[in-house]
Structure formats: structure tokens, C-alpha cells
């Protein structure tokens, strides 16, 4: 099987080659992202492998689809640059529904400790052997209240974390999670009351039209001043304009971002010798309380090892037995519905 992967980076090919051996699965790798330009790419090839920032649209389907490209392996677990709606009927599409929770949680506490306890500061400090401390006084997470926003896999492994700092957790999700509640330290509650008593709060939840933007300008008016916000999800979750603002004024204490809104032109790559035309990441970054982290979070060892084998798996049982437990959306069958990360 010839499969084609797009925006490759270094990092990806030990243990894609590793699995591909394995599995007789042969990867032809572009550095260049899928999108209409280059789909053209793919011709030739049984399926196409893709990232979070690789662009499948409907243009993009059809055309992989007149190739007869018949499937689509994403090496992630959130699926929000495909159009699935489209797909649907026309691509096999795959994807890696957990890798390492772990990961993408225990980067999140690294940017929060970071962050309130400004190492990223007295990092560049010492290293100018300048040992002030002026300035780096930070505060205890033990007894402050984390507000949860999305208790999946990755969400509840962060609120594990937070509890073993002894913080309290209020929780947020559509679809609660049995047994997480236990009525004192970790409770599930509404978004009313999550903006109102957290002193920190982390986005854990898929990006869908329902979450797009779920911290806007109107969000921030109800959290209490001096609030700490956490994103590894995806960037849309935040309104990066109103964002900025709460910042400006105070009332936001510190903002750790691993995703950004419009990171796919520039997230991945090294862009330091470029004037960056994103006036609002600019003036994020340029603020001494925001730590941007370039959609890093799943970035370890245990997880390239387990995206690898899982797409590759992926690939292969579909190829030999015409099914896939991580299919979203089947090529032929009934009509079906994405909604919330979830098919229908
Ligand atoms: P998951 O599917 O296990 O959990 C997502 C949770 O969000 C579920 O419990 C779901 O019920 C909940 N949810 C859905 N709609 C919601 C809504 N409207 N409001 C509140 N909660 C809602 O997913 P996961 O593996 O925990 O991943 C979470 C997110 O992390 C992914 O969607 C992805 O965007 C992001 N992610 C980021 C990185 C990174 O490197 N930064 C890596 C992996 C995943």
C-alpha cells in the first residue's frame, strides 16, 4: 500500500518507517501541507496522511476522490480542518483517537507552572546571571479552584493532576463523565459558575460550532479578575481579540496557548526570520503573562510511537478486512451526521 503524507516534519519519520515496515506500508513524505494546491500530490497513491493544520475541504475531497484516493489517515485526534459532511460517502477517514492524554495534560500544568511561577522569566534571568527575584513572586495552585472544560480522555487526566496539587475542580462537559463528581473536590457545574469561581481555567473540549469562540469577550466579563486561561485544544476555542483585551485591562492574570486561532500558517515552522503580519499573536507574545507553546502539547516519545502504530493499523485492517474501528464516517452505508467529534 502507497500512501502519501503530508507535512512531514523530522520528528514523524522514525516511527512511521518503523510501523510501515512492519505493516508493508510504504510512505512517500512531503514536506508541503495538503490543500488544493497540492493535492495533486496524492495521484497515484492509496491514501493520504495529514496533520492538524493540512486543509481537506470539499475541493480537496473531490479531487482525492476523482483520483480515486480512497483514504484518509489523520495522525491526530481532533478532525476540524476535515469537512466531514463531505466526506461522507466519498473518503474512508481515519483518525488516532487517543494517543497519550497524558501528554497533552501534563504540558498544560508545564505551561501553568511556568506561567505562575515565572520560570520563563528566571530562565532568561540567570542565564544573564541575573539573580533578582523582583518580580517572581508567583502563587500556590494547592486550595485554588480549576475550572475543567471538557472531561475526556486528556481533560481527565488534567483534572488528576490538578487534584494531586490539591486544587478543587469544577467541571464542564455536554456529556459528563460517570463517576467523576464526587460531590466536594471535583463537581460538574455550568459555564455560569466555572466563569465565576475559577482562578484558573483549561479548554479541554473538541472545536466545534458550538465551541468555537466559548472564551469571548462575554466569557471573560464573568471569570474573576486575575484568572489564569489554559488552551491545548484548538486555538477557536478563544476569541484571540477579546483575549488580548481582557489582558489589556487586567482583569485575564496570565494566558498559556499552545493552539491558536490562525496558527496554521505559521505553528511547525520556523518563521523567526519573517516580520509576522498577526498583529494580535504579536501583542499576545509581546506580554510578560502569556507563555505560547507552538502546538506542542502531544509532542513526546510515547505519543509519536503511538500515532505511528495507530494510523498505520488504521490503514492496514481497513485495507485487509474492509472495516476500522476508528473510521468517522463510512464511504458507503446510511447518511450520517458529525456533531461534537462524535458520528451519528
Ligand atoms: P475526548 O473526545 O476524549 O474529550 C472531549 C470532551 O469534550 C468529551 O468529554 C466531550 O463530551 C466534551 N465536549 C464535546 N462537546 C462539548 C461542549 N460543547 N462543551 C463541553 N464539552 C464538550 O478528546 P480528548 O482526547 O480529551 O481531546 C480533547 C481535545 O484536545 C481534542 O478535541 C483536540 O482538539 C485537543 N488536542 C490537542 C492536542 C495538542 O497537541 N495541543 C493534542 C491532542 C488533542
Given at each position: 500500500m502507497k500512501i502519501a503524507f503530508f507535512d512531514t516534519?523530522?520528528?514523524d519519520k522514525p516511527s512511521f518507517d518503523k510501523y510501515g515496515k512492519e505493516y508493508g506500508i510504504d510512505f512517500k513524505y512531503f514536506e508541503t501541507k495538503l490543500n488544493e494546491d497540492t493535492v495533486e500530490l496524492a495521484h497515484g497513491y492509496d491514501g493520504v496522511c495529514v496533520f492538524v493544520n493540512d486543509t481537506v475541504n470539499a475541493a480537496v475531497i473531490d479531487r482525492l476522490e476523482e483520483m480515486n484516493v480512497r483514504m484518509l489517515a489523520l495522525r491526530c485526534a481532533g478532525f476540524n480542518n476535515v469537512?466531514?459532511?463531505?466526506?461522507?460517502?466519498?473518503?474512508?477517514?481515519?483518525?488516532?483517537?487517543?494517543?497519550?492524554?497524558?501528554a497533552v495534560a501534563e504540558h498544560t500544568m508545564a505551561?501553568?507552572?511556568?506561567?505562575?511561577?515565572?520560570?520563563?522569566?528566571?530562565?532568561?534571568r540567570s542565564r544573564d546571571f541575573n539573580f533578582s527575584l523582583s518580580g517572581l513572586t508567583g502563587f500556590d495552585l494547592h486550595g485554588k479552584t480549576v475550572g475543567v472544560i471538557g472531561t475526556g480522555k486528556i481533560g481527565r487526566v488534567f483534572v488528576d493532576i490538578c487534584r494531586g496539587f490539591g486544587m478543587n475542580v469544577l467541571a464542564f462537559d455536554k456529556y459528563p463523565a460517570?463517576?467523576?463528581?464526587?460531590?466536594?473536590?471535583?463537581?460538574?457545574?455550568?459555564?455560569?459558575?466555572?466563569?465565576?469561581?475559577?482562578?484558573i481555567i483549561s479548554l479541554h473540549c473538541p472545536l466545534t460550532d458550538e465551541t468555537h469562540h466559548i472564551i469571548d469577550e462575554e466569557a471573560i466579563e464573568k471569570c474573576k479578575k486575575g484568572?489564569?486561561?489554559l488552551n491545548t485544544s484548538r486555538g477557536a476555542l478563544v476569541d484571540a481579540q477579546a483575549l488580548l483585551e481582557g489582558i489589556k485591562s487586567r482583569k485575564i492574570g496570565a494566558a498559556c496557548l499552545d493552539v491558536y486561532e490562525e496558527e496554521s500558517d505559521l505553528f511547525f515552522e520556523d518563521n523567526s526570520g519573517h516580520i509576522l503580519d498577526d498583529d494580535i499573536l504579536a501583542r499576545l507574545i509581546s506580554m510578560p503573562n502569556v507563555i505560547v507553546t507552538s502546538h506542542q502539547a502531544f509532542l513526546t516519545q510515547e505519543a509519536l510511537e503511538n500515532i505511528a502504530e495507530t494510523t498505520v493499523r488504521n490503514l492496514s485492517v481497513f485495507s485487509t478486512t474492509g472495516q476500522c474501528e476508528n473510521e468517522l464516517c463510512y464511504r458507503g452505508g446510511t447518511a450520517k451526521d458529525c456533531k461534537d467529534g462524535k458520528c451519528f
Open positions: 516534519k523530522p520528528y469537512d466531514m459532511k463531505h466526506a461522507f460517502g466519498r473518503l474512508h477517514v481515519f483518525r488516532v483517537p487517543a494517543y497519550s492524554p497524558y505551561l501553568l507552572l511556568a506561567s505562575i511561577r515565572r520560570i520563563h522569566k528566571a530562565y532568561i460517570e463517576g467523576l463528581d464526587n460531590g466536594d473536590t471535583i463537581r460538574y457545574t455550568d459555564l455560569e459558575e466555572l466563569f465565576a469561581k475559577s482562578d484568572v489564569v486561561i
